[in-house]
């Protein structure tokens, strides 16, 4: 049982607009930044979004993130057939002192 | 470019102790968290614990028990040792790095699967 919680899987078509979404605690989410991850198929995770909000260098601007209270979203617009992949988000913790992750969820394009 | 490199036996026997570390090229060891995650088959990541440069270190209270990590500036290196192992510790093992967790862990070593089994 994960920390966060996330939907476990989500679709949309190419074009179209999904949204992902991370629940989690006043100890983790309420009170911490939220990163995001893009885990491709046999592949190791990579760092989409970082402080709620922030794009790294090179990950397109159709990703996007936001944060309220003790819930986050992460937002991919004109979705693209190689957006397909597994989305984690992540949180520090500060009653466990850990990083937590949400269990992780599936993007189909269909 | 920072790149890691995680290295160690892919199969460990059940009550044995597994090994892996984590080769840093490309930058220094030095003003960054050094980190383990792991990802059980088919499942999802779950935190083993970070150093620091400086040689403090953080676990998971649910591994603590069982888990060290340690660092080695001199070769760029940092590893991993987890003890007692069962079946449930048979997983993608992954290092990475952070300078401040807000800002996320922006470079991963590509992942060692890592066994338990007689």
């Known amino acids: 049982q994960s920390v966060l919680t996330q939907p476990p899987s989500a679709s949309g078509t190419p074009g179209q607009r999904v949204t992902i979404s991370c629940s989690g605690s006043?100890?983790?989410?309420?009170?911490?930044?939220v990163n995001w991850y893009q885990q491709l198929p046999g592949t190791a995770p990579k760092l989409l979004i970082s402080s709620n909000n922030q794009r790294p260098s090179g990950v397109p601007d159709r990703f996007s993130g936001s944060k309220s209270g003790t819930s986050a979203s992460l937002a991919i617009s004109g979705l693209q057939s190689e957006d397909e992949a597994d989305y984690y988000c992540a949180a520090w913790d500060d009653s466990l002192n850990v990083g937590v992750f949400g269990g992780g969820t599936k993007l189909t394009v269909l | 470019q920072v790149q890691l490199q995680e290295s160690g036996p892919g199969l460990v026997k059940p009550s044995e102790t597994l090994s892996l570390i984590c080769t840093v090229s490309?930058?220094?060891?030095?003003?960054?968290?050094w980190t383990w995650i792991r990802q059980p088959p088919g499942k999802g990541l779950e935190w083993i614990g970070y150093?620091?440069?400086?040689?403090?270190?953080n676990y998971n209270p649910s591994l603590k028990s069982r888990v060290t990590i340690s660092v080695d500036t001199s070769k760029n290196q940092f590893s991993l040792k987890l003890s007692s192992v069962t079946a449930a510790d048979t997983a993608v093992y992954y290092c990475?790095?952070?300078?401040?967790?807000?800002?996320?862990?922006?470079?991963w070593g590509q992942g060692t699967t890592v066994t338990v089994s007689s």
């Open positions: 990475a790095r952070y300078k401040n967790y807000s800002y996320g862990l922006d470079v």
């Open positions: 490309g930058g220094s060891i030095s003003s960054y968290h």
């Open positions: 006043s100890s983790n989410i309420g009170s911490n930044t």
């Open positions: 150093i620091y440069y400086s040689g403090s270190t």
